[in-house]
């Protein structure tokens, strides 16, 4: 039998220690639900950001993600007795975080802003320069004022895409989170995730071109006799 | 006779395959569409169009969107004082120093109801029957007459006499 090189250690490794950061956040957990609050405090870094990464992948709007994130802590702290450690705890805070922004969304009553033909000659000039930029096998040195421009008319494409499929394209393709973390988040079939992502990629190039072809036509100059 | 699945659930599947063709050429792996996906990526103009832009997508998203904002400085400080706030107004009155003798008073109280509620018990059933059979055997004895009692005979002169008193009653 040929010598089959083993490969398993490092995966081995990998999982000794998860499973080591896994017992010692269960220990902090239950730490923090004996009253102790600086274990709750070290539970409170450890997850900011990527609670910040949900809440930021639904709302998208920069001065309300804070405020959310907010709620969704003190939340998590008054109901953390109710927690019985089946899940690990960052994916029952994503959930917290999740369902409040949904609440958030519901209260403000926010609808889907529906940009038709809105895009000026530079708009459109700018949203054809994005895949140029994106694709083109030179890309310029950038500026950043355009650019920032760019990414906002990103975000306008965005916005009219349904807020689940918006938030797990953020999460997945911006935040780096896993389709299986994805689908404890958002309480959904690993396999649903993945097909709802497939087809939202589609939409959001669907809407990109819709918005270049309903864009107003460049004026033509004209050049003057003689 | 075999039904034939609805050609949405159809791409479906298909959607599923193409999406983990997708990771595993994100993942750097080498990748190639088996001959049946093929041969529906190139008939299915949906599944087609989907495939194809979903680089694009993903390209737009990336270069695109920009990540979620950092924790602003002292973020965990507001947290944390948001949840004393929160505490302290769940709690009634909720004074450090009062809060135990509070909850003290409130214990002594219990106590004390719960011995008031066991000396009333007691008295009624074994102190109240006792006075109440006194006051009954009083009553009876006041509506029954009480038969004199008759002094000793002192001498045999008397003892004679008590004894022809019981004849002549008999």
């Known amino acids: ?184 988040t958002l309480g959904m079939n690993v396999n649903t995730v993945k097909v709802r992502l497939f087809r939202a990629r589609g939409k959001l190039v669907e809407v990109y071109r819709r918005r270049l072809q309903n864009a107003p036509p460049r004026p033509r100059k004209t050049v003057g006799a003689g | 006779m075999w039904k034939r699945k609805p050609i949405e659930d159809v791409c479906e599947d298909y959607a599923l395959r193409l999406e983990n063709v997708l990771e595993d050429a994100e993942a750097g792996d080498q990748v190639s569409l088996e001959p049946d996906l093929r041969g529906h990526v190139g008939s299915c103009d949906r599944c087609r169009a989907a495939f194809e832009d979903a680089g694009l997508g993903r390209t737009l998203l990336r270069w695109g969107i920009a990540p979620a904002p950092e924790p602003g400085f002292g973020f965990s400080t507001r947290v944390l004082a948001t949840i004393r706030a929160d505490q302290e107004r769940r709690t009634p009155g909720g004074s450090i120093f009062w809060r135990p003798v509070e909850l003290l008073a409130g214990r002594v109280a219990l106590a004390a109801a719960t011995v008031v509620m066991l000396l009333g018990f007691y008295v009624y059933a074994f102190v109240v029957p006792q006075a109440r059979s006194a006051e009954f055997g009083q009553e009876i004895s006041a509506l029954v007459p009480q038969p004199e009692i008759q002094p000793a005979p002192q001498t045999k002169d008397d003892v004679l006499v008590l004894l022809a008193e019981h004849d002549n009653g008999r």
């Not at chain 1, 090189?5 to 956040?25: L, Q, S, Y």
């Not at chain 1, 539970?43 to 001065?63: D, P």
């Open chain 1, 1 to 184: 039998m040929a010598n089959v090189p083993n490969i398993e250690v490092p995966t081995r490794k990998r999982t000794e220690a998860a499973e080591k950061a896994a017992r010692d956040e269960r220990v902090l957990v239950r730490r923090a639900q004996a009253g102790e609050v600086f274990a709750y405090e070290e539970l409170l870094a450890k997850h900011q950001q990527r609670v910040f990464a949900v809440v930021g992948g639904i709302l998208r709007r920069g001065e309300d993600i804070e405020d959310v994130a907010q709620q969704v802590f003190v939340k998590a702290y008054f109901s953390l007795k109710r927690f019985d450690l089946r899940s690990a705890f960052g994916t029952w805070l994503y959930k917290i975080a999740v369902n409040e922004c949904w609440d958030y969304l519901r209260k403000k009553k926010v609808r889907r802003l529906v940009y038709e033909s809105d895009l000026s000659e530079e708009q459109s000039r700018q949203m054809a320069a994005v895949s140029e930029g994106v694709l083109g096998a030179d890309r310029p040195k950038e500026d950043a004022a355009k650019r920032l421009e760019q990414r906002e008319l990103i975000e306008r494409l965005l916005s009219e895409l349904d807020e689940e499929d918006r938030a797990m394209l953020v999460m997945k393709e911006v935040e780096g989170f896993s389709v299986e973390e994805i689908s404890e």
